[in-house]
């Protein structure tokens, strides 16, 4: 099992800054790709980015590519997703999500789901 808890949401106006934190423990946690969604009510869950196990590949949407930054710390268990130039589009839920292998795009590729933190961009 691995437990993932997410921090650093909440209220940003347009064009500002947000840094979440996704804190792992359970099983190694260096094992894992490490992936960002966010989900808006009546949408489906939507990739944002991950990040390869040892952290020297990154992959990104299309729409926050520039903007958004992913990286992780595996002595602290900790991935992180930077997030700049903030939108009103950027307005979700963001999930971290760890997954073994598979598809990094699909939500069905991820195993072990965080409980999401809300991230809302007034314009």
């Known amino acids: 099992q691995v437990q993932l808890v997410e921090s650093g949401g909440g209220l940003v106006q347009a064009g500002g800054s947000l840094r979440l934190s996704c804190a792992a423990s359970?099983?190694?946690?260096?094992?894992?790709?490490m992936g960002w969604f966010r989900q808006v009510p009546g949408k489906e869950r939507e990739f944002v980015g991950g990040i390869t196990w040892a952290g020297s590949t990154t992959y990104y949407a299309g729409s926050v590519k520039g903007r958004f930054t992913i990286s992780r710390d595996n002595a602290k268990n900790t991935v992180y997703l930077q997030m700049n130039s903030l939108k009103s589009e950027d307005t979700a839920v963001y999930y971290c999500?760890?997954?073994?292998?598979?598809?990094?795009?699909?939500?069905?590729?991820?195993?072990?789901w965080g409980q999401g933190t809300q991230v809302t961009v007034s314009s």
């Open positions: 359970g099983r190694t946690f260096s094992n894992y790709f």
């Open positions: 999500a760890a997954a073994l292998n598979g598809d990094k795009w699909a939500p069905s590729s991820y195993g072990y």
